[in-house]
T-cell receptor
Framework: KAGVTQTPRYLIKTRGQQVTLSCSPI?????VSWYQQTPGQGLQFLFE???????NKGNFPGRFSGRQFSNSRSEMNVSTLELGDSALYLCASSIGLTVSGNTIYFGEGSWLTVV | GESVGLHLPTLSVQEGDNSIINCAYSNSASDYFIWYKQESGKGPQFIID?????DKRQGQRVTVLLNKTVKHLSLQIAATQPGDSAVYFC??????FGAGTTVTVRA
C-alpha cells in the first residue's frame, strides 16, 4: 500500500509569509505527527494528531500549528515565516498514538526555504 | 529532560565489513526503540525495532541489541554495502530522536 505522502516536496517562501504543508498518512493509520529536521538541531517533534485532536506538542512557538481531518489527512501551517524556519518538515503516520509504542513511518518530507 | 543520543557522529566502514552503530538513552522507563535510516534527500526509513522485554532482535542483515542495564542500544549491519551509506537514527518512543550517525561505506 502507499506510504506517507507529503506535498509540496519543495517550496521557497519569503520571510513574513505563511505556508501550509499537507500530509496523507498510510491507509488505516490514524495518528499523524510532524517533525522539523535541520542540520544543527536534528529531528525535532512538532506535534501529533489523532482522531482530529492534537495529542502531543513539542517546544515550538505558536506560529507552528496543525490540524487533522476526519480522513486522517493532516496539514501544518507556519505563519510569519522566519529565516530559521528553513528546514525539512517530515510527516509520519502510525496506526495508533506513538506514546502507545506504535511504529511511525515517515514521508519524504517537504523542503522549505525561507528567503 | 530525557534524551537519546548516538555515540559517534560519523562512521567509515570498508565494504564487506560489519558496522556497529551505538546509541545511549537516558529514560530508564522507555520500552520501545526504533532504528531509522535516512538517505540523502529522503525521509527516515524504518529499519528495525525492539521492545524492552527483548535483548536482541534480528532482521535482514541487521541486528539490534538492547542493554537496559547501561541504557545502551546498538545496530549491527552485517556485510556492509555501498547502499548502506546513510544517516542512522535511534529513536526512543515516543518521539525522542538521536542526532544521527553518518555511515560512509568505502569501496
Amino acid at each position: 500500500k502507499a506510504g506517507v505522502t507529503q506535498t509540496p516536496r519543495y517550496l521557497i517562501k519569503t520571510r513574513g509569509q505563511q505556508v501550509t504543508l499537507s500530509c496523507s498518512p498510510i491507509s488505516g493509520h490514524r495518528s499523524v505527527s510532524w517533525y522539523q529536521q535541520t542540520p544543527g538541531q536534528g529531528l525535532q517533534f512538532l506535534f501529533e494528531y489523532f482522531s482530529e485532536t492534537q495529542r502531543n506538542k513539542g517546544n515550538f512557538p505558536g506560529r507552528f500549528s496543525g490540524r487533522q481531518f476526519s480522513n486522517s489527512r493532516s496539514e501544518m501551517n507556519v505563519s510569519t515565516l522566519e529565516l530559521g524556519d528553513s528546514a525539512l518538515y517530515l510527516c509520519a503516520s502510525s496506526i495508533g498514538l506513538t506514546v502507545s509504542g506504535n511504529t511511525i513511518y515517515f514521508g519524504e518530507g517537504s523542503w522549505l526555504t525561507v528567503v | 529532560g530525557e534524551s537519546v543520543g548516538l555515540h559517534l557522529p560519523t562512521l567509515s566502514v570498508q565494504e564487506g565489513d560489519n558496522s556497529i552503530i551505538n546509541c545511549a538513552y537516558s529514560n530508564s522507563a522507555s520500552d520501545y526503540f526504533i532504528w531509522y535510516k535516512q538517505e540523502s534527500g529522503k525521509g527516515p526509513q524504518f529499519i528495525i525495532d525492539i521492545r524492552s522485554n527483548m535483548d536482541k532482535r534480528q532482521g535482514q542483515r541487521v541486528t539490534v541489541l538492547l542493554n537496559k542495564t547501561v541504557k545502551h542500544l546498538s545496530l549491527q549491519i552485517a556485510a556492509t554495502q555501498p547502499g548502506d551509506s546513510a544517516v542512522y537514527f535511534c529513536a526512543e518512543a515516543p518521539l525522542s530522536f538521536g542526532a544521527g550517525t553518518t555511515v560512509t561505506v568505502r569501496a
